[in-house]
């Protein structure tokens, strides 16, 4: 099992920046595809990125695509961590952002039923 916290979001003008990051308890961290998902009220949940065990290969959704960067760090057990780098935002962009754990991998990577493991969400807001 891991567990997952999220820190970072806050309350960004347009075309600013903000770094989100995803803490990781359990030694399995480096076990996992992590993913971020994003909802926005009265919207489904979606996927914004995802990033492999090695942290070599990255998928982003078409909407963040060029804006957002993903990143883990797992060299020791002490820097279990996931980021989400977002610059330029947008006031689409508002939304809680949640990171996940992917453990049901034949389920396709960017659909939020692969990912068994939450955190509890943090509120990123943009405004114009």
């Known amino acids: 099992q891991v567990q997952l916290i999220e820190s970072g979001g806050g309350l960004v003008q347009a075309g600013g920046s903000l770094r989100l990051s995803c803490a990781a308890s359990?030694?399995?961290?480096?076990?996992?595809?992590m993913g971020w998902f994003r909802q926005a009220p009265g919207k489904e949940r979606e996927f914004v990125a995802a990033?492999?065990?090695?942290?070599?290969?990255?998928?982003?959704?078409d909407s963040v695509k060029g804006r957002f960067t993903i990143s883990r760090d797992s060299r020791d057990n002490a820097k279990n961590t996931m980021y989400l780098q977002m610059n330029s935002l947008k006031p689409e962009d508002t939304a809680v952002y949640y990171c996940?754990?992917?453990?049901?991998?034949?389920?396709?990577?960017?659909?939020?039923?692969?990912?068994?493991?939450w955190g509890q969400g943090t509120q990123v807001t943009v405004s114009s």
């Open positions: 996940a754990a992917r453990n049901r991998i034949l389920i396709t990577i960017t659909e939020k039923s692969g990912y068994g493991y």
């Open positions: 990033i492999d065990q090695s942290g070599s290969t990255t998928y982003y959704a």
């Open positions: 359990g030694r399995t961290f480096s076990s996992y595809v």
